[in-house]
């Protein structure tokens, strides 16, 4: 059996790395554009994607773990951005991973992601002081712990962090810190219930 490896590299820098699954039979298919230098774009071992896009700056590092369902995962992280997805984390439908600024998006191991997703640690243009002339929102990291459970339509900002465990309900916003093992929703996302965690499967 051969590595079914289909990934497009578009590299059009200098001093890039690129290191993709050795397993046979695993299949990454989609589009890598590498814009500037010294890059570091890795997939772990057994992961999977129907139609992965990436961007990369310059100087940027993305991380997936082994064993990830990608699917049409949409990464865009300008210079200095970093993105980590621990193993076996899945996503559905279009989720995107935004570093328009220098940070860092963290996804624990076990995540599960609805689609029409967006994560971002930027507003993506200046608030300005009108005194003093200086910018009031600069970037965030956001951080999202082991086995999270993304719904549907969520939009999850800039200086997020969810705890182990959650659920965050379709449609909500999430802004700020969510605590461990409760479900959250709403605009701002809010728990709603505590002392919970989630399986895949249905439960008759």
Known sequence: ??????LQIDDRGVGNQIVLPSTAGHRIQGHAVIGGDSNHLEIGDESVSSNIYAYLGSNCKVRIGVGCSLGNLFIHAMDRGEVIIGSRSGFNGS???????PGRITIGEGCLFAG??????????????VITGQRVNPARDVVLEDRIWVGQRVTILKGSHIGKGSIIGACSLVSGEVPPNCVAAGIPAKAIRTGVTWRHELIY
Request: aromatic share 0%; glycine share 0%; hydrophobic share 55%.
């Open 1 to 6: 059996m051969h590595i079914a490896v289909m």
């Open 95 to 101: 989720v995107r991973l935004l570093l328009h600024e």
């Open 116 to 129: 029409e997703v967006d994560v971002t640690i930027s507003d993506m243009h200046s608030i300005v002081d």
